[in-house]
């Protein structure tokens, strides 16, 4: 009879107890240990863990870009995600001269988010159009804030994200 599971470092323990009188036949690496009139055999197995993904979704679909634009927040908390793969993909107009800066914002609600950026890049405008991709984990929520460098160009942003979580098999 199984009498508790615990889960520890990805294997379940699982704790059976026998009475005295019966015979235990114990694998290797498991141990048997005396309790009161009960002896406890202690049971670990592997557990097979995975990669899940969510869907694809968009963030910011074609923002034209110049002192600053947000993108919609990004929930990872309510559906239990860990991180998200986010690709940011700027369209330079032709001879840019303002590169396009990028900084992640975190927040526990959705609502107040940090003042200070959680990351923060600056997308070159030697390559268009580009397309990076950056992992944002362990937060409830995020959203981006996209701003061109300097005062002239306008810079048109789209930003995706997939959020993943590990499920057992």
Not at 1 to 9: A, E, S, T, V
Request: aromatic content about 10%.
């Amino acid at each position: 009879m199984f009498h508790r599971h615990q889960k520890r470092d990805g294997w379940k323990r699982m704790i059976l107890k026998k009475n005295l009188k019966r015979m235990i036949i114990r694998a290797k690496g498991q141990q048997d240990i005396i309790v009161g009139k009960q002896r406890t055999l202690l049971v670990y197995v592997r557990m097979s863990i995975q990669k899940e993904w969510g869907a694809e979704s968009t963030i910011m679909n074609g923002v034209s870009v110049t002192t600053g634009s947000y993108s919609s927040d990004v929930d990872l908390e309510s559906n239990g995600y860990e991180g998200a793969h986010v690709t940011v993909e700027p369209d330079f107009p032709a001879s840019p001269s303002d590169d396009l800066e990028l900084y992640v914002q975190a927040s526990l609600d959705g609502t107040n988010y940090d003042d200070t950026a959680l990351y923060s890049f600056v997308i070159d405008k030697g390559t268009d159009p580009n397309q990076v991709s950056i992992i944002v984990r362990d937060v409830a929520h995020f959203r981006l804030y996209c701003k061109r460098s300097g005062s002239t160009d306008t810079i048109t942003v789209t930003a995706k994200y997939q959020p993943w979580r590990w499920q057992s098999a």
